[in-house]
């Protein structure tokens, strides 16, 4: 419509409210990621293991089972069960980051689009939050959610005493998948700022684990020293997780150190988001 008729209304509808603007750019993005069958399919069958794994909590409480086995303790619930648990949920939950995460920043660069966020009331805090909720939200759907669902089966089961000893495995189901999912997010996200094509920054997502691995691994051996293993990424969340649970650690790695490497990367990776995201780009002939 042109302008000089002044047909045109301004919009008099509902206005998000301002704490909750990032949520738009989320729920655009679920569009676009649902809409691939495959991510679907592999997305339930993430579930697969919760369903698992309850019936296992339930088996020392059945009493076919526990004729089966002549025993009640034939399998026990304690904070390595709820460990492996986890382990399994993130290896599943960074597969599908691999995925899902190259295309959430990759593509608007890419397409020359944040010039269009930007011109709406969206600052570059909500731009990035709102793409880390797109994984936060399907990441935790698989990780801390049936995790604590599957803590609160096995205290009715067991009664509040046991919840109430054992609550030192819920903090650390949530508060280990948090720092993972923080984690994988900034990760896949300062990534696929930084290289705007799908297939490498995904590639680029899978390097930075399995590569930090063999190098950290090279330098431990070299120089003898925590650095090397403090270059480990996926070494580093093992030894967080390790100490949430109150396990014995299999790894040299301290949990301070450990940390500081974790918040390191995160830091890093915070830089590289603020670096690219902007409404303009220059560029130098």
């Known amino acids: 419509m042109a302008v000089y008729r002044r047909g045109y209304e301004p919009y008099e509808g509902a206005l998000t409210p301002e704490w909750g603007r990032f949520l738009v750019i989320a729920r655009q993005a679920y569009r676009g990621v649902f809409d691939s069958k495959l991510l679907v399919t ?9 369903i698992v794994y309850a019936v296992l909590i339930y088996l020392p409480h059945n009493e076919g089972a526990i004729a089966l086995f002549q025993s009640r303790k034939f399998l026990e619930i304690d904070a390595s069960f709820f460990h492996h648990f986890l382990a399994l949920q993130t290896f599943l ?14 593509s608007d660069l890419a397409n020359n689009a944040l010039p269009l966020y930007f011109c709406r009331p969206f600052s570059r805090v909500e731009y990035v939050t709102g793409k880390i909720a797109v994984l936060a939200i399907l990441l935790s759907a698989i990780t801390w959610v049936p995790g604590l669902a599957l803590f609160v089966f096995q205290s009715k089961l067991e009664g509040a005493g046991w919840s109430w000893d054992n609550l030192y495995i819920a903090r650390a189901i949530f508060f280990g998948s948090w720092v993972w999912i923080l984690l994988v997010s900034l990760l896949a996200l300062a990534l696929s700022a930084w290289v705007k094509w799908r297939l490498v920054a995904g590639a680029l997502i899978l390097a930075s684990v399995f590569v930090s691995a063999g190098i950290g691994e090279a330098v431990h051996k070299m120089l003898d020293s925590e650095l090397g293993s403090m270059l480990n990424v996926a070494q580093d969340i093992d030894v967080l997780l390790y100490a949430l649970f109150r396990m014995p650690s299999r790894h040299q790695l301290s949990l301070d150190n450990a940390l500081a490497a974790l918040a390191a990367v995160c830091a890093l990776c915070l830089y590289l988001l603020w670096r690219k995201i902007r409404a303009y780009e220059v560029e130098r002939s």
């Open 93 to 106: 939950g960074f597969i599908l980051t691999v995925f899902i995460g190259p295309g959430l920043v990759a």
């Open 42 to 50: 592999f997305f339930a069958l993430c579930f697969l293991g919760p």
